[in-house]
């Protein structure tokens, strides 16, 4: 029997520890992969992309993440923020200042009391500090103010502190025959802030459509395409099906040639069918942000909903909730202010300052503020013109000319805007049924090309009538897409020029909010 040394039987049991840490880890690494892999079995396998997109969805799709939508988001925000600006004009305004520290180590020249100039070493801070409320008066254009301030004085060469306090000052300042800012804004910028709220709105619709637009332009290259490929499917049957009748001497070499033409000109609009479905494609990712994959397939939506709609009614609508209304009526205070601007800041112009408060001084903080003296100043302070050559009367004369160019402008653009919705509501008919019309020739072309096609084969009729037949149903096709396409444009521009939804009669701006 081997010996075995009794250091290597002491060692044992240490081999024995790591051998079982590994084990160990081993376990626990495998039981961690096995978790691992029983939740990424768990969690769902990711679905399909969609093959298909409607209208809606693309137009629900564009609003949230286009990037006109966000542009109209953010014009929006704007407005509103624009608004709480203007607000705040006519709240009190709490303001603190100063100058702490103000401090200043130089030479500097002083004045003697026989006129000469003798330079001085100064070490000196001079600090500040002020508390003022203001609120403007928006009768009057005027502003009131309340406010205490205080003031230290340092001299370090001389060892000197100073205290100027005014516990308290009151002072009102008005413009006198002036121009008041606040009042004419006051009368616009609600107006502003209104229209802005109906141009969201307006964009969306505006987006809607124009999605519309896009869509179609897609679907429209898409059915093309469609067309196509059944043409040359049909080509390709008709072209083997006439190579056998030519061969059993049914046909003549003229037909057999044209049939083949007839499969070249199929392959050609195959190809070039697919590169105007892509050319759509990119320009509607360019407007919606949204990309069409050439496997999925637009929806052909169904008819506008038809609505009866009394083009007088329609205007009414307009009206009342296009941002139309509120426009002209704030261009037309713009003219006025102008007008008043024009006036107010030429010619004869005066101010009225007064103030009251207490003041006091000392040379510790305690004692400026005992027993303080009042203050009062009045002061009105006036400008006016001798002889400025013509200048203010030429300033005036100008902002009323340009008023009365905007009242035209206001009266031809709120003419054409009616005209319009006028003209939109009047039409809105006229499409539904041409596009029922155009649904019609599309079925009935459709039949007819079936039957012209069945004929051909046992030979009753030409090849010229088939290609006849299928130019037809061609046509029929690209030409009820179109009328549909100018029903749902014509939907939307409806919605659009009145902010009104005749479907569920009831404005849009209810429906944003």
Not at 43 to 48: F, I, K, L, T, V
Not at 283 to 301: C, E
Not at 347 to 363: C, E, I, P, V
């Amino acid at each position: 029997m081997k010996h075995v040394p009794f250091a290597s039987i002491k060692r044992l049991p240490f081999v024995l520890d790591v051998l079982g840490l590994w084990l160990m880890m081993l376990l626990g690494v495998g039981l961690l992969v096995l978790l691992v892999a029983s939740v990424a079995a768990a969690q769902p396998a990711p679905g399909p992309q969609p093959r298909t997109m409607n209208l809606s969805q693309a137009i629900e799709l564009a609003l949230l993440q286009s990037s006109v939508a966000k542009q109209a988001v953010t014009n929006r925000e704007t407005s509103y923020w624009q608004y709480r600006s203007f607000r705040a004009d006519y709240k009190p305004q709490l303001a603190l200042e100063g100058t702490l520290p103000n401090y200043s180590r130089t030479i500097t020249p002083v004045t003697q009391p026989d006129g000469t100039t003798d330079f001085r070493y100064i070490r000196i801070n001079n600090s500040y500090l002020a508390s003022t409320v203001t609120q403007g008066i928006g009768l009057t254009g005027g502003k009131v103010s309340i406010g205490s301030n205080l003031q230290r004085f340092d001299n370090f060469e001389g060892n000197q502190r100073l205290y100027n306090s005014n516990p308290v000052a009151i002072g009102i300042a008005q413009p006198i025959a002036g121009f008041n800012a606040l009042s004419w804004n006051k009368r616009i910028e609600p107006l502003r802030y209104e229209e802005s709220q109906r141009q969201y709105v307006e964009d969306r619709e505006t987006i809607a459509r124009r999605v519309t637009e896009y869509y179609f332009d897609v679907l429209l290259q898409q059915v093309n395409a469609n067309v196509a490929r059944q043409n040359l499917h049909a080509s390709e049957e008709m072209l083997r099906m006439g190579r056998e009748r030519h061969r059993l001497g049914r046909l003549s070499e003229n037909d057999l040639l044209l049939l083949e033409l007839n499969l070249l000109n199929a392959q050609q609009a195959e190809v070039q069918a697919s590169i105007d479905a892509q050319n759509a494609a990119v320009d509607f990712k360019g407007y919606t942000g949204l990309t069409i994959d050439p496997a999925t397939a637009l929806d052909v939506p169904a008819a506008t909903p038809r609505l009866d709609v009394v083009p007088e009614v329609a205007l009414a609508q307009a009206r009342q909730y296009r941002r139309e209304a509120l426009m002209y009526q704030r261009r037309l205070l713009e003219a006025d202010r102008n007008v008043a601007q024009a006036k107010g800041t030429t010619g004869f112009q005066a101010s009225l300052t007064a103030s009251f408060g207490l003041t006091s001084s000392g040379d510790q903080f305690r004692t400026s503020y005992i027993n303080p003296n009042d203050q009062q100043q009045l002061r009105l302070g006036f400008t006016m013109p001798i002889v400025d050559w013509g200048k203010t009367r030429a300033v005036v004369k100008t902002a009323e000319i340009s008023r009365q160019q905007v009242q035209r402008t206001v009266e031809q653009e709120q003419m054409t805007f009616e005209q319009s919705v006028l003209n939109q509501a009047a039409q809105l008919g006229a499409l539904h049924q041409q596009l029922a019309l155009a649904a019609r020739a599309d079925s009935l072309s459709q039949r007819r090309y079936a039957i012209a096609r069945a004929t051909y084969q046992v030979g009753r009729i030409s090849l010229t009538d088939l290609n006849i037949a299928q130019s037809e149903k061609d046509r029929a096709k690209r030409a009820y897409i179109a009328a549909l396409r100018a029903s749902w444009v014509a939907y939307y521009q409806l919605r659009t020029l009145t902010l009104y939804d005749f479907e569920r009669q009831q404005p849009l701006l209810v429906a944003a909010q």
